[in-house]
T-cell receptor, first 112, second 111 residues
Framework: GESVGLHLPTLSVQEGDNSIINCAYS??????FIWYKQESGKGPQFIID?????DKRQGQRVTVLLNKTVKHLSLQIAATQPGDSAVYFC???????????FGSGTRLQVQP | DTAVSQTPKYLVTQMGNDKSIKCEQN?????MYWYKQDSKKFLKIMFS???????INETVPNRFSPKSPDKAHLNLHINSLELGDSAVYFC??????????FGQGTRLTVV
């Protein structure tokens, strides 16, 4: 198995609770933000994105909130399920930059 | 159908060897990437190609040489492998500056 990720901050929640994962970004020029989910042994998987002209966007069971004033992004997962257990990454980019700059990741553990 | 596929999934090799990782995307995207994920799970961009042209090279040692024979392929060749190259390498693609789709990763172990 993997021995990676031992230093990741971990959020532990009970099944059925809501989860909130936070992310701070540093580049004021960033205008595109995205959340990824990475399960063990797999590549990052897109969850939801948001552009800087919005402050909230909702998907299925997930909501992303963007606060540009304090450069803060959050991912809210409603009714967290065991299948949501994974490492979650925020990432940012800006117009003209064809790449994502990733945050350090948060491990979400869902207790049954 | 796998959208972004990379091979091999695992690669174990000795220091000093040269190895390649292949990547193909069938999404019709115009931009492809290589990212490196270290032992602390930190993901960092290495290269970005748009329509076969290199547009980002993030201070990667020149032992790493990407090659894009066409828009659907971006291969990564690594010369003179070092212990510190051990990591998981992810290929990804996107259409323009939109969401990137990632492959399953190649775990490279240099011994």
């Amino acid at each position: 198995g993997e021995s990676v990720g031992l230093h990741l901050p971990t959020l532990s929640v009970q099944e059925g609770d809501n989860s909130i994962i936070n992310c701070a970004y540093s580049n004021s020029a960033s205008d595109y933000f995205i959340w990824y989910k990475q399960e063990s042994g797999k590549g990052p998987q897109f969850i939801i994105d948001i552009r800087s002209n919005m402050d909230k966007r909702q998907g299925q069971r997930v909501t992303v909130l963007l606060n540009k004033t304090v450069k803060h992004l959050s991912l809210q997962i409603a009714a967290t399920q065991p299948g949501d257990s994974a490492v979650y990454f925020c990432a940012e980019s800006w117009t003209g930059r064809r790449a994502l700059t990733f945050g350090s990741g948060t491990r979400l553990q869902v207790q049954p | 159908d796998t959208a972004v596929s990379q091979t091999p999934k695992y690669l174990v090799t000795q220091m000093g060897n040269d190895k390649s990782i292949k990547c193909e995307q069938n999404l019709g995207h115009d931009t492809m990437y290589w990212y490196k994920q270290d032992s602390k799970k930190f993901l960092k961009i290495m290269f970005s190609y748009n329509n076969k042209e290199l547009i980002i090279n993030e201070t990667v040692p020149n032992r790493f040489s990407p090659k894009s024979p066409d828009k659907a392929h971006l291969n990564l060749h690594i010369n003179s492998l070092e212990l510190g190259d051990s990591a998981v390498y992810f290929c990804a693609s996107s259409q323009g500056e939109g969401e990137a789709f990632f492959g399953q990763g190649t775990r490279l172990t240099v011994v």
